[in-house]
């Protein structure tokens, strides 16, 4: 059993989701929470400058004496995981394995849709993941990098947001495709309005399935909080309009603020 809590970083706003599955599936841990407003966004930047800050906010949440880290980012999971992993020694995990797993379980056809921020698709890590489990599924991939700039201006539910999944998706559903990887954690917050357009279409949301991952791991490792609630810390490098509306959708508009934190390399 352990009280430490665990970290979770993200390159903006979108890795609140991740948190939030985290917060209700596991609801006794202590949670830190980092959103890198301040250097967002990472998906148009090189791998080598996300690894960078990825170890910067990695070792702010190890001086926070946390006892697992969860990469709530895309980018930063195909970038710098398999880094971070061999220079730390606790639980490091990123959303792109577990998200992986989810669509060949849920499999609908002979192919599953990944898309994600270019830096994402163009690391193929998706792919590389997917044929791990089954080299004959054929995967799709599409970078849906406006996606997050609609999430981030709060149009979650318009139809702007409905027109631009046509432009990303049509395509991969005229090939037959009909599981798709959310590969990045701002999308699934757009779950009903791609849904809308395209009901047939199972969406894996990485949120849920690493807060299971998560689970899984502090029970094989003994490392579960015996308290009934924990507590939860929002830290961000820059505090947005998107950020304050988005934690207010999910935590409410008092209780658990989010404070400033800049980290330094």
């Not at 700039?149 to 559903?173: A, C, H, N, P």
């Not at 699934?188 to 279409?201: C, Q, T, V, W």
Request: net charge negative.
């Amino acid at each position: 059993m352990s009280t430490q809590p665990i970290g979770i970083f993200d390159s903006g706003i979108g890795g609140l989701t991740v948190c939030k599955a985290i917060a209700d599936l596991l609801p006794g841990e202590n949670i830190i929470y980092f959103g890198d407003t301040g250097r967002f966004p990472y998906g148009t930047r090189s791998m080598e400058t996300i690894t960078r800050y990825s170890r910067e906010i990695t070792g702010y949440l190890r001086s926070r004496d946390v006892k697992m880290i969860v990469i709530a980012c895309n980018t930063s999971s195909a970038a710098a995981l398999e880094t971070l992993q061999n220079e730390n020694d606790i639980p490091i995990i990123g959303v792109i394995n577990a998200g992986a797993r989810a669509a060949c379980g849920r499999l609908k056809g002979e192919s599953i849709g990944v898309i994600g921020t270019r830096a994402t698709i163009k690391s193929a890590s998706y792919v590389q993941a997917i044929h791990r489990i089954d080299s004959t599924i054929r995967v799709v991939q599409r970078h849906a990098t406006l996606f997050v700039s609609l999430t981030e201006e709060g149009w979650i539910d318009d139809e702007i947001t409905r027109l631009t999944s046509r432009k990303y998706l049509q395509e991969m559903v005229d090939q037959g495709v009909r599981t798709v990887i959310l590969g990045c954690t701002h999308f699934p917050l757009l779950k009903k309005s791609i849904n809308d357009i395209y009901p047939e279409l199972d969406l894996i949301d990485t949120g849920e399935e690493i807060a299971c991952e998560v689970a899984d791991i502090l029970k094989e490792k003994n490392l579960e909080n015996p308290a009934p609630y924990g507590t939860i810390e929002l830290y961000s490098s820059d505090i947005t309009d998107a950020m304050q509306r988005l934690k207010e959708m999910f935590f409410g508009g008092d209780g658990i603020p989010i404070q400033k934190l800049i980290i330094n390399g």
